[in-house]
């Protein structure tokens, strides 16, 4: 298995994550694909991927299973994942002629470090959804 996640200001690629064992199906695809969204520079994709990822665990029953509810409720209400969200509404919603993503003159750098931010929202947040399962096995 593969990780996405931060070193200094740069993102890379780990070689682990504790809670893709725990992934469905369907968000092991998914994280597949957000892989070679960012491999390919396919900004846009990987912030629309992240919060994908996301929707598909915490809206899989299956997910309870694993997943403690108190922290399910702490990061659905968190502040990071309202960003995503409102970042992802932002790339799929039309809101009328602008400038750029957002409004910026640089799309391409805004969407890019959207992107790692939207990859660190995921990752810490599935990885302390599912810590206590992963700290068992």
């Not at 409720?73 to 992802?88: A, E, G, P, T, V």
């Not at 400038?99 to 391409?108: A, C, L, Q, V």
């Amino acid at each position: 298995e593969i990780r996405l996640s931060l070193v200094g200001s740069e993102m890379c690629i780990r070689d682990r994550s504790n809670y893709i064992p725990f992934l469905n199906p369907h968000a092991k695809i998914l994280y597949d694909e957000i892989i070679i969204a960012f491999k390919n520079k396919m900004w846009a994709s990987v912030i629309i991927l992240s919060l994908t990822i996301i929707d598909n665990v915490i809206m899989d029953e299956r997910s309870l299973n694993y997943i403690d509810g108190l922290d399910l409720n702490d990061f659905k209400r968190s502040k990071n994942l309202k960003w995503l969200r409102i970042r992802r509404n932002q790339i799929l919603h039309y809101e009328g002629p602008i400038e750029g993503f957002y409004g910026s003159n640089d799309s391409k750098n805004a969407l890019k470090e959207d992107s790692k931010k939207a990859i660190k929202i995921m990752d810490v947040g599935l990885e302390k959804l599912f810590i206590r399962t992963s700290n068992f096995i």
